[in-house]
């Protein structure tokens, strides 16, 4: 995903920001947002999605840090007076250098957007999960 193809998506899936979505809708965003021109936000699978050639990640996703799923990393969030939100996201004990751990780096030095998603219906609701970006 090229730079400019990434900004892009976010910018089109800005209008989602603070809304509840479905596991289908991140994982087939073309699908529910063809707009964003990506093809999902993120797989589910793992906390952080680097789309492959990025040298960014694209989303990190927290299951536990509004409290809707059971606890896998301490992660908290606080919102900011200005709207914004701070997230003290907990790693996987594997090393920093690693290529996901290098994509949050990235982002941070080259002042890249990211998605964060978090869980904030569990998947044993009997509605199903949903998740807020």
Request: with cysteine; aromatic share 10%; proline share 5%.
């Amino acid at each position: 995903m090229t730079p400019e193809k990434r900004l892009r998506a976010i910018f089109a899936l800005s209008k989602y920001t603070g809304l509840e979505v479905t596991a289908d809708f991140l994982r087939h965003t073309d699908r529910h947002a063809p707009t964003a021109g990506i093809s999902q936000i993120h797989p589910l699978i793992e906390g952080i999605f680097k789309p492959r050639g990025s040298r960014y990640a694209f989303a990190v996703w927290s299951r536990s840090a509004v409290g809707a799923d059971a606890e896998i990393y301490s992660d908290e969030f606080r919102q900011s007076p200005d709207g914004g939100w701070l997230m003290e996201y907990a790693a996987k004990s594997v090393s920093l250098d690693s290529a996901i751990n290098r994509s949050l780096f990235a982002c941070m030095e080259d002042k890249q957007p990211l998605l964060v998603i978090v869980t904030s219906r569990g998947s044993g609701h009997p509605e199903g999960a949903r998740y807020r970006i």
